[in-house]
């Protein structure tokens, strides 16, 4: 999500005339996109703006911050950055910039009209259409509130990305979160639960597709939400799915289409019907789990149990059994004994997940749980948190190993570190190193024979073929 949002903030800034440098001492404006979900993440801004601030003694500078920013942080970034916006607030960010006494780039070219030079690139975007769009509300929305929050993100939606890779990009669906887990910020940074228009988000993935991209990833904090907001008005998640499915056959052409994150109340039999039944649908499932106790769940009011959990992912295992399955988990959360814990490790160890993304609880300003003692001792947090790795590490290498000599379609994304190699990943999103130097084969879906199996990771050769007859019907083994 924070990619994504780079895409369309990369766009306004420019869009005022101003251009990217590699150095950020040779920058004369400099903004976070910052994620108050993780403390860590916020300590790092807190760095970056300290050591900004010093270079305001000896020259000219101006500050922004975006992003998921919870309302405590937001109260001391006030009094370090210039300026400070929420992303459905992007639109106005040229506005804000004006106001502060900054005369853009572009503003300077309208009053000193200058021939273009041929290089120079054309980017536009008629930020002020931007601004009235959407401006009259609904009748049949229930609350003044949510219905300038959609109009807000619809504008910001309307923001045209400017995409940072040829094959591969991030497609907002959805914003916000109603379901108020204990433990997260997510409600109180993103807002309520808003939908994209399905004609907009067809209309983006089939432009991607026909450009050429290899890869596209649907947003938002909740995608199996998607269009309940809008009942009656707007298709389902899965039937969007659908949707794209067909339109992946009608096109010919081989992509994949991720989504994430879902949440497992939402999730139901359809939408793995509908991943089962079309190719471009990667065979690759984000399902959080985050505890499996019963009673830990229900303390973070997580609305599903491990029954549901248990058939959804027996669901996947019936319909996709060569789907890999992707999740993350809090160790250490308020109240966690070593008994709820075990069974965390209990569950680890049944639904044998590819990759896991285990975090060490820390409350978090605004959610519920920050009011609750955090009475599980660091020490142990992080003693939970290796058990739990090494789990794991078990199940990932396992699968790994049984795609030792097979031929697999590999999406080849950049070179590797080491030298003489490419790396990539595989529909099911295991990253793979892959012999061969020809940068050509970048952003291209080419088949690979796996000769080594790592806990992680894999590493393969290029097997022979060429790039019009291969396709995934023809390289799976």
């Given at each position: 999500?924070?990619?994504?949002?780079s895409e369309r903030v990369?766009r306004v800034?420019?869009s005022?005339g101003?251009r990217?440098t590699?150095?950020e001492?040779?920058?004369?404006?400099l903004?976070?996109l910052a994620c108050?979900?993780?403390?860590k993440?916020?300590?790092?801004?807190?760095g970056?703006?300290?050591?900004?601030?010093?270079?305001?003694?000896?020259?000219s500078?101006?500050?922004?911050?975006s992003?998921?920013?919870?309302?405590?942080?937001?109260?001391?970034?006030?009094?370090?950055?210039d300026?400070?916006f929420?992303?459905n607030?992007?639109?106005q960010?040229?506005?804000?910039?004006a106001q502060y006494?900054?005369v853009?780039p572009?503003?300077?070219?309208m009053?000193?009209?200058?021939?273009?030079?041929?290089?120079?690139p054309e980017i536009?975007?008629d930020?002020a259409?931007l601004a009235?769009n959407?401006?009259?509300?609904s009748?049949r929305?229930?609350?003044?509130?949510?219905?300038k929050?959609?109009?807000?993100i619809d504008?910001f939606?309307?923001i045209k990305p400017d995409?940072?890779?040829?094959?591969?990009?991030?497609?907002?669906i959805?914003?916000?979160c109603?379901k108020?887990c204990?433990?997260?910020?997510?409600?109180y940074?993103r807002?309520r639960e808003?939908?994209r228009?399905?004609d907009?988000?067809?209309q983006e993935?089939?432009?991607?597709?026909?450009?050429?991209?290899?890869?596209i990833?649907?947003l938002?904090q909740?995608v199996?939400?998607?269009g309940l907001?809008?009942?009656?008005?707007?298709?389902s998640?899965?039937q969007?799915l659908?949707?794209?499915g067909?339109?992946?056959?009608?096109?010919?052409?081989?992509?994949w289409?991720?989504f994430?994150?879902?949440?497992?109340?939402?999730m139901?039999?359809?939408v793995i019907?509908?991943?089962a039944?079309?190719p471009?649908?990667?065979?690759q499932?984000?399902?959080?789990l985050?505890?499996?106790?019963d009673?830990v769940?229900?303390?973070m009011?997580r609305?599903?149990d491990?029954?549901?959990y248990?058939?959804?992912?027996?669901?996947?295992?019936?319909?996709?059994?060569q789907?890999?399955?992707?999740?993350d988990?809090?160790?250490?959360?308020?109240?966690e004994t070593e008994?709820?814990?075990?069974?965390?490790?209990?569950?680890?160890?049944?639904?044998k997940?590819?990759m896991a993304?285990v975090?060490?609880?820390?409350?978090r300003?605004g959610?519920?749980?920050?009011?609750?003692d955090?009475d599980?001792?660091?020490?142990?947090?992080?003693e939970r948190?290796?058990?739990l790795?090494d789990?794991?590490?078990?199940?990932s290498?396992?699968?790994?190993?049984?795609?030792?000599?097979?031929?697999?379609?590999?999406?080849?994304?950049?070179?590797?570190k080491?030298t003489?190699?490419l790396?990539?990943?595989?529909?099911?999103?295991?990253n793979i190193?892959v012999?061969?130097?020809?940068?050509?084969?970048?952003?291209?879906?080419v088949?690979?024979?796996?000769?080594?199996a790592?806990?992680?990771?894999?590493?393969g050769?290029l097997?022979?073929y060429?790039?019009?007859?291969s396709s995934?019907e023809l390289?799976?083994?």
């Open positions: 999500m924070n990619k994504s949002d990369k800034i420019e005022m101003f990217p590699e150095s001492e040779d920058a004369n404006l903004g976070i108050s979900v993780r403390q993440s916020i300590d790092k801004v807190y970056k703006i300290h050591k900004w601030n010093k270079r305001k003694d000896r020259e500078l101006i500050t922004f911050i992003g998921c920013v919870l309302p405590k942080d937001r109260e001391q970034f006030l009094k370090t950055f300026i400070i929420t992303m607030e992007l639109p960010f040229p506005e804000m910039i006494g900054v853009s572009a503003a300077l070219r009053a000193n009209p200058q021939p273009a030079m041929e290089s120079e536009s975007i930020l259409q009235r959407k401006q009259q509300v009748a929305d229930i609350q003044l509130s949510i219905d929050e959609r109009v807000q504008n939606w309307d995409y940072t890779s040829d094959f591969e990009a991030f497609v907002p959805q914003n916000g109603d108020f204990t433990f997260c910020a997510v409600p940074t807002g808003v939908s228009s399905s907009e988000i067809l993935v089939k432009s991607l597709v026909d450009r050429g991209f290899k890869s990833t649907l938002g909740n199996n939400s998607y907001d809008k009942k009656g008005e707007e298709i998640f899965a969007l659908r949707n794209i067909e339109y992946g056959n009608e096109s010919g052409k081989t992509f289409v991720y994430t994150s879902p949440h497992p109340r939402d139901g039999d359809e019907d509908v991943i039944a079309y471009c649908l990667a065979k499932i984000h399902l959080p985050q505890s499996g106790d009673k769940l229900i303390r009011n609305k599903h491990v029954r549901k248990r058939h959804i992912v027996e669901y996947i295992r019936e319909k996709i059994p789907a890999t399955l992707f999740t988990i809090i160790v250490g959360f308020t109240g008994e709820q814990f075990q069974n965390t490790v209990k569950a680890m160890e049944e639904f997940y590819n993304y975090a060490v609880y820390s409350p300003p959610a519920t749980s920050a009011r609750w955090d599980v001792p660091i020490q142990v947090k992080k948190l290796h058990a790795s789990v794991f590490a078990q199940s290498r396992a699968y790994n190993e049984a795609l030792v000599d097979q031929i697999v379609p590999v999406l080849i994304t950049g070179k590797d080491k003489g190699y790396t990539g990943y595989t529909e099911g999103k295991i190193r012999y061969h130097q020809s940068q050509d084969l970048i952003g291209q879906i088949p690979v024979k796996v000769t080594t790592l806990d992680f990771s894999l590493a050769e097997a022979e060429s790039v019009e007859q995934p390289i799976h083994s």
